[in-house]
């Protein structure tokens, strides 16, 4: 199995900065693609943002400019910083890794998930 160890959310003023962290311990074979989302109150879960083993990156629209993911291949942790943030970015941003545990096949494991909130 993998454990997801999630920190750095919070509150934070509007155009402050956040960064999270997740980091994936475990029987770990290989660590395949990275992502984060988010799931705001009465809406659905969405992909914010996503890194490929390779380094290839995409990002849902609104966090475009001002949200970077990366990863640290070496300690199994993707880091998402999140600039100019905005109250609608409020949400429980959730860290998802795909990857390949000792004598199993590919899946994808879930962080329990940390809270954003973007008030004055």
């Known amino acids: 199995q993998v454990q997801l160890v999630e920190s750095g959310g919070g509150l934070v003023q509007p155009g402050g900065s956040l960064r999270l962290s997740c980091a994936a311990s475990?029987?770990?074979?290989?660590?395949?693609?990275m992502g984060w989302y988010r799931q705001a109150p009465g809406k659905q879960r969405e992909l914010v943002a996503a890194?490929?083993?390779?380094?290839?990156?995409n990002y849902v629209d609104s966090v475009k400019g001002r949200f970077t993911i990366s990863r640290d291949n070496a300690k199994n942790t993707v880091y998402l910083q999140m600039n100019s943030l905005k109250p609608e970015d409020t949400a429980v941003y959730y860290c998802n890794v795909g990857a390949v545990v000792a004598g199993t096949a590919l899946n994808d494991y879930w962080g329990q998930g940390t809270q954003v909130t973007v008030s004055s």
């Open positions: 475990g029987n770990i074979f290989r660590i395949y693609a």
């Open positions: 890194i490929t083993s390779g380094g290839s990156t």
